[in-house]
């Protein structure tokens, strides 16, 4: 599990491409995806 403060710390772990719009990336809204 990470913790981070800030979104851009995070997609140094995880792409932009694969986290939903909610979160600052590029994939899908939580709202599509459900």
């Known amino acids: 599990v990470h913790v981070h403060s800030k979104p851009s710390n995070l997609f140094k772990f995880i792409p932009k491409s694969v986290l939903p719009v909610d979160y600052g990336g590029e994939a899908m ?4 995806l459900t």
Do not use: R, V, Y
């Not at 809204?29 to 599509?32: A, G, K, P, T």
């Open 29 to 32: 809204s939580l709202e599509d």
